[in-house]
């Protein structure tokens, strides 16, 4: 099934909750960051795929996301290679051969939420996935029915053996943990329940020293609590330490093997399975995103601690052990972050969750029931949408207005119709300046529907298909008393990526106004989403290549202002990642009869002041009479 477009610039993601969370992960390489589209209300699951998802994948919650089990992605041999040859089979151009050490160090970093099985100092496993790791990809290249998957079965006996290792360590630090003939204060026990275990950097522990300690605190607490934590102190055990056979862990090094493949194709590219979906979305971006039960987390060796934006009635500081009656102990931060969404708001069913608060002697169960939204008298309302940055600067004997473009959600085009609204009323505007400085992207559709703006029903990107086909993408005939015609600009620099480059270049394609600043990152490819073909998870996949509507690439090439600004050098561009597709140049698609020049009117030096003197020297060279020429 194809999903919504994405072009979000991957590299920005770090500003995201959901990637201050996935922090936690220990030691992973640099992973395409997630900026995407959610399409939950796209998300149906048929009796078919439920069946097909059994156990391992969790199961639907409210007919959207799956609601995580804490049990490791696994995948078949078979699964893996019809996903494999998807993904050869969708890319935007063919592919070269995939390093095979890099895949390795891949799968060793995928395979471990915790720090414990793989990458840890004292864990066997990773030099043996090192070794084994041509032959594992080899097999998994393979055609359909090509054999088993033996390389995977290998390392799945290493750790089914190692698992039982930290088991042991973990259940010494359980009988650790027991008093002895007096109670622990508080305080201690408090902090035991709130620490953070887990490494945020590089592995530097022992696995066996960190199974101890999470004994040791998963056992202070059972004895400060009692018999009510008892079945989140057996989650945490089977989470942490999985009682798995040698062939049940071969299919979990097969799914961090598909995590780990994905992107040694596709620069862009990402897969997840269905109970970690999410990872690989950018919800910020959706028009109404869904709620979530917190915004930042930190796990502890009991579920996770909240650390910011708690949706009453929990609070910051609560440590949750549990949502809709499923543990959150020994759970990935991929899926602990799905099991904190609320679908539906406020008709879905509430959610339920289980924590432990400060100054409370037993778990408290509490409903989490988001009250609806206030009902407006008269004929209903569309939601009124979020405003941008808007700011007026002095420019010769009137202002000219800076809208601020952070993101390219899916309702861009509603947010900039808002701020022209505003424009409209102030009566002394000159011009308009969108500043698109680190904006990273996102939404086709909302850059699209932003142009519309100012350039009503005009022909835009060309976009090309492994295939050859091109579709072209054209702007909304916007009603002339909300598009606005008058002087443009549009600030750029190197951190501009992706759909701010498709905004920015069809201004510049069609002479609409002034592009100024700096040469932009150079992403002139689009992701979609895709269901994969084992019913599995979700794929992020690079499928097309587009350029500006004048055929000029953008892909790796980025696009110059018209006039340039010295502003501080990105330390990332398109072009230096490895995997990128090459540029493409398109058709000139351009409507001969869009194509005019609005200059700039002289400011003879009256500019300013400006909060950011940035925006000042942009409208000063804007004021020239070379610009205003132009």
């Keep these: ?16 909750a959901i990637l201050a969370l996935a922090a936690q992960r220990p030691a992973e390489p640099p992973k395409p960051a997630q900026r995407g589209i959610a399409l939950w209300s796209l998300r149906t699951l048929d009796v078919a795929d439920e069946e097909a998802l059994g156990a391992e994948c969790g199961a639907p919650s409210g007919g959207g996301l799956v609601l995580p089990t804490g049990a490791p992605a696994a995948l078949s041999c078979e699964a893996a290679r019809t996903i494999f040859a998807q993904v050869r089979t969708n890319l935007a151009a063919p592919v070269t051969d995939v390093e095979a050490a890099k895949f390795a160090d891949g799968v060793v970093d995928w395979l471990d939420p915790h720090g414990l099985w793989s990458i840890a100092p004292d864990a066997p496993v990773a030099p043996l996935v090192r070794r084994e790791g041509e032959r594992l990809l080899r097999e998994l290249e393979a055609a359909p029915n090509g054999g088993p998957c033996a390389a995977a079965d290998v390392i799945g006996a290493s750790l089914a053996t190692w698992m039982k290792t930290l088991r042991a360590a973990f259940d010494e630090g359980l009988r650790e943990a027991r008093p002895e003939g007096r109670a ?33 605190e998963v056992g202070a607490a059972r004895a400060a609590y009692g018999a009510p934590l008892d079945p989140y102190v057996t989650a945490a055990s089977q989470r942490l330490f999985p009682d798995l056979t040698a062939e049940a862990w071969g299919r979990v090094v097969i799914a961090a093997a598909v995590r780990a493949y994905v992107p040694q194709l596709d620069a862009h590219g990402a897969w997840a399975p269905l109970d970690e979906e999410i990872s690989i979305y950018d919800l910020d971006l959706e028009t109404n995103p869904p709620l979530r039960l917190w915004s930042e987390m930190t796990r502890t060796a009991l579920g996770i601690r909240i650390d910011r934006g708690a949706l009453a009635p929990l609070l910051d500081g609560d440590v949750v052990l549990s949502v809709r009656g499923v543990p959150l102990a020994g759970m990935s931060v991929e899926q602990a972050e799905q099991s904190a969404l609320i679908e539906g708001a406020p008709h879905g069913p509430p959610a339920s969750v289980t924590i432990l608060r400060p100054h409370v002697a037993h778990p408290m169960e509490l409903v989490v029931a988001p009250a609806p939204a206030p009902v407006r008298e008269g004929p209903a309302h569309p939601a009124e949408p979020s ?26 085009g509603d947010r900039v119709g808002a701020a022209l609204a505003r424009v409209r009323e102030a009566h002394d505007i000159r011009g308009v300046l969108l500043d698109l400085r680190a904006n990273g992207g996102g939404s086709t559709d909302g850059a699209i529907a932003a142009l519309g703006h100012f350039l009503p029903g005009a022909a835009l990107f060309p976009m090309r298909r492994r295939d050859g086909g091109v ?24 951190d501009s990526a992706s759909a701010a480059e498709m905004i920015a270049g069809a201004i510049a394609s069609y002479r609409r106004g002034v592009v100024i600043g700096d040469r932009t990152y150079g992403k002139g490819c689009a992701q979609e989403y895709l269901d994969d073909e084992a ?18 690439p953008v892909q790796k090439v980025g696009i110059s202002p018209q006039i340039t600004l010295s502003l501080p050098a990105a330390t990332e561009r398109e072009a230096r990642l490895a995997r990128a597709l090459e540029p493409w140049r ?33 409208l000063r060279a804007l004021g020239t009479s070379v610009a205003a020429a132009r």
């Design 387 to 412: 405003e941008l940055p808007f700011d007026v600067v002095r420019y010769a004997d009137g202002r000219v207005a800076i809208v601020t473009i952070p993101d390219v959600p899916d309702d861009l």
């Design 184 to 216: 622990r204060p508080p305080a201690e026990v408090w902090r035991a329940v709130t620490a953070a275990p887990f490494e945020d950097g590089p592995i530097t522990r022992n696995g066996r020293e960190l199974a101890r300690e999470l004994g040791r």
């Design 535 to 552: 019913h599995a998870g979700v794929l992020r996949l690079t499928t097309l290549l587009f350029s500006l509507p004048d055929g000029a």
């Design 1 to 16: 099934m194809g999903r919504r477009l994405a072009t979000r610039g991957w590299y920005f993601a770090a500003a995201t």
């Design 471 to 494: 579709e072209v993408e054209r702007a909304p005939e916007v009603p002339a008393d909300e598009s606005y015609s008058g002087p443009l600009a549009a600030l750029v620099d190197g």
């Design 586 to 618: 398109g058709p000139d698609v351009r409507d001969s009869a869009l194509v005019r020049e609005v200059p700039w009117a002289l400011h003879g030096g009256r500019v300013g002041p400006c909060r950011d003197e940035t925006v000042c020297r942009a």
